[in-house]
């Protein structure tokens, strides 16, 4: 029998199978309000990106010094894990349309004040970490209300297209946003990008504007205000949400070879600056390819188990990146553990999403950001402390491989985790 539309009309059977290929786009399709944030926050992520870019160029103009570069990403790091966890709180209490509109207009705040400090020729390397420490002050407090709205806007069953789309935003805004970021700047200058940044601001706005108020579950005016150790405590008693971090921290504190890219761009491939840039932008284009095809993941009902294969299968291809010593096969399997990274990151999402009450949301979205903020950074730490102490092929492969086993002792571990069931979830 033909697959039938929503008024029952017969169908095409090739759309039918083009859906199943490519992105879900079906939460775009049903829920005005989500096509409104998610619309918002892609543009909004672009325009961030370009400012983190021009922040960056910026810093070098007035120091000459990378070290003086690094420091932007540590001024942002303390915040993100701090305002992570209290801003997780402070959405299980509030109106989180409400934070998410006051956030969203502090991170446009900011962008404005950098470029008018541009545009005056104020230049000061404090005012810059001053600024970066304050907008992923707003960041940590809108992401956990932001990510907390998705599962109040649509059903769960489309949770899982709805953090394929979100994969989506953050890839393309990781590509889009530098590329147009340098181009502005050189031509135009630095307060040309803050000011592209800031006017980008005005679609977030303009959806959170549109939203329906959104108290958390539970929240009326008698409750008391959501405590982060609370959030803490349920997840000590939740296996399943805790396999959801303890995962992702094997790929990317174990197995994150991005520190080591500039040495193996040299010493494996003999190539230089733009051979460091390929070797980046190959997982963030994988990541793009396994979102935009990502229609046949709402069909999984079995996430744990599809998140220990794709963590594996992370650790997997960068242990064969550190073997190979083609380049072009070298970036395949980059793309490959970007596009394994991306399924794993929509099934988190997804079980973060259902399995958790509206309640704890929250809470457990920024013990999310701690996670997806700090793991990278102890991964580049301890991949450039092995390499440094051993070899890059070492510390690459090496890397891979003892993901691949942490993820195998976990499942062994924790044996319902792959047993979980999308239509019955269980934290």
């Known amino acids: 029998m033909e697959p039938q539309g929503p008024q029952g009309a017969q169908e095409p059977r090739g759309s039918v199978t083009k859906r199943r290929i490519l992105a879900d786009l079906t939460p775009l399709r049903t829920s005005v309000d989500y096509r409104r944030l998610w619309v918002g926050n892609t543009i909004s992520w672009v325009g961030q990106a370009m400012t983190s870019l021009a922040v960056s160029l910026q810093v070098y103009d007035l120091t000459h010094s990378s070290f003086s570069v690094g420091l932007v990403g540590l001024c942002s790091l303390l915040p993100l894990v701090v305002f992570g966890l209290y801003g997780g709180a402070i959405a299980d209490t509030v109106d989180r349309r409400k934070l998410g509109l006051f956030s969203s207009l502090g991170s446009c705040g900011l962008s404005l004040a950098l470029a008018s400090a541009a545009y005056l020729g104020f230049h000061h390397v404090w005012f810059l970490y001053s600024v970066v420490a304050l907008q992923a002050v707003c960041g940590a407090l809108n992401s956990p209300a932001r990510s907390s709205m998705i599962p109040r806007l649509l059903p769960p069953e489309q949770l899982p297209a709805a953090n394929a789309l979100s994969s989506i935003t953050t890839t393309s805004g990781m590509m889009l946003g530098p590329m147009l970021g340098g181009l502005i700047v050189g031509l135009w200058g630095y307060q040309a990008a803050y000011t592209v940044d800031a006017v980008a601001f005005s679609a977030s706005l303009y959806a959170m504007w549109k939203l329906p108020s959104m108290r958390p579950e539970g929240a009326g005016a008698g409750a008391k205000r959501a405590s982060v150790f609370d959030g803490l405590r349920f997840l000590a008693t939740r296996p399943n949400l805790r396999m959801t971090f303890f995962t992702d921290l094997c790929a990317m504190v174990l197995a994150h070879p991005r520190a080591l890219f500039p040495a193996v761009a040299v010493v494996w491939f003999g190539g230089d600056a733009k051979t460091v840039g390929l070797l980046v932008a190959a997982p963030a284009v994988g990541a793009l390819l396994g979102s935009v095809f990502s ?132 934290a």
């Open 295 to 426: 229609g046949w993941l709402g069909r999984i009902r079995r996430h744990g188990l599809a998140i220990l294969l794709s963590v594996a299968g992370w650790g997997t291809a960068v242990a064969v990146f550190g073997l190979t010593r083609n380049l072009w096969l070298g970036l395949f399997f980059l793309a490959v553990a970007g596009c394994a990274d991306t399924i794993s990151m929509v099934f988190r999402s997804t079980m973060l999403q259902a399995a958790v009450p509206d309640e704890m949301r929250g809470r457990l979205q920024g013990v999310f950001i701690v996670v997806v903020a700090g793991g990278p950074r102890l991964g580049d730490f301890l991949a450039g402390s092995v390499g440094d102490a051993a070899s890059p092929t070492v510390a690459v492969t090496g890397g891979g491989a003892a993901c691949v086993v942490a993820v195998a002792l976990l499942a062994a571990k924790w044996r319902a985790f792959a047993r979980y069931d999308a239509r019955v979830p269980e």
